[in-house]
């Protein structure tokens, strides 16, 4: 039977039946069922469109014909496993090196997010002698077992922190120990991650790493503030350990004006390692590790080959290689930047039009490029989350117009923009307008919003 003509109903049945309860739904209550996609844009199996403003996995959006017809044309001529002698990986490893910083000239090519961060731990645990890992609160990382091991998120709720990680506050200058009326909030949040590693080498304990995204997304889309990364690498290297950012989420131009996030933080900082994942295959399972000469010649002096059956195969590296193309033919930094500055500008407009009487209101939104948030919160002076507004303006936007948000924070009261970079000024446009109608008529007509939920 072919699965297309299961009804929704069979769909969920068998869903429920045979997936692992464990890996849930967007909108589990009600899900979506998607059949097609095109650019940004999702059809269920009634026609109806959806707009997506989520998917940063389908990048250059979702089934570019760019990405379909280099996978199918390399997909009939080859696709065998990376030990074989092939173009495409060198190509495309020598084209990801012209994007990153001169020391970053080394390649590990894997198949997710969580394989390319298990892997810089392998690296930086190899390269410097030390197992110890400084992390950012709520970070996630991954989801293999090393992984959840370094991830707040997850452990909080797991078997708990384990005795060789650390973890540094986010830098989060809204409701973080700084906020951006500091003098300095880069040096004085890296100053948190100098005084955590002196706690470490006091218990004896020596850091090989420190991880963090470049923007912490699950953090509550936080944008690190300016000046902190080159000093915690400082600080990190001059400990004897490595910087390792997590681009998984922010790579490939999505800050439109840098094609790396970790950028951001000044010219001249180089991280030691990079991890790719997400965007990388525009939804293809390509990921990456790229890292200096040293560390890669630790890694290889240990003498055991590192073998990954399906990294780097011709097909992931033909998909790689179209989806820089597609980024730089469609001009898709310079989108990112257009359209999130015009969004942040339409989320500031309706701030400044939310009467002080609501109680709840975009009080805060930060991004940079098409990684925007809004924070909601229901009092302004307590900057109490608001956690069920926000689920229900998500809630509400996918029921009445089609519109696919979610939320992010340590209170989920994050409404999370990370849309394909092909989404337009009219998106941007719709999707404010529907906000504003749907917070104007839960403020008059209810239902009663909460006034306290922390
Ligand atoms: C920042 C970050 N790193 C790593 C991962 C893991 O990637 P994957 O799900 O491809 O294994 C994720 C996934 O959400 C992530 O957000």
Known sequence: MALESLSKEETLAMRKRLIGQSCRLFYSDKPVKIVRARGQYLFDEKGKRYLDCISNVHHVGHCHPSITEAAAAQMELLNTNSRFLHDNIVIYANRLASTLPSQLRVFYFV????????????????????????????????????????????????????????????????RGLYGEDHPDPGQAYADTVRDLIEEVHKKGRKISAFFAESFPSVGGQIILPKGYSPKVAEYVRSAGGIFVADEVQTGFGRSGSHFWAFEQQGEGFS????????????????????????????????????????????????????????????????????????????????????????????????GVGLFVGAELVTDREKKTPATKTASL?????????????????????????????CFSMDDAELVVNCIDRILTDMEQNGPELEKDNV
């Open 271 to 366: 991280p030691d390692i990079v991890t790719m994942g997400k965007p990388m295959g525009n939804g293809h399972p390509l990921a990456c590790v790229a890292t200096t000469e040293e560390i890669a010649k630790a890694f290889t002096d240990n003498g055991v080959e590192y073998f990954n059956t399906f990294g780097g195969n011709p097909v992931s590296c033909a998909i790689g290689l179209a989806l820089l193309d597609v980024i730089e033919r469609e001009d898709l930094r310079g989108n990112a930047t257009r359209v999130g500055t015009h969004l942040k500008n339409l989320l500031r407009k309706l701030q400044a039009s939310t009467s002080s009487d609501w109680r709840c209101q975009i009080f805060i939104f930060r």
């Open 393 to 421: 303006l998500v809630k509400r936007l996918k029921e009445e117009d089609r519109i696919c948000v979610s939320t992010d924070g340590p209170w989920e009261n994050v409404v999370k923009f990370k849309p394909p970079m």
């Open 111 to 174: 198949n997710s997010g969580s394989e390319a961060n298990d892997l810089a731990l392998r690296l930086a645990q190899q390269y410097t002698g030390n197992e110890d890992v400084v992390v950012l609160d709520h970070a996630y990382h991954g989801h293999l077992k090393s992984l959840i091991d370094i991830s707040p998120y997850k452990f909080r709720k797991l078997a708990g922190q384990k005795e060789w990680v650390h973890v540094a506050p986010l830098p989060d200058t809204y």
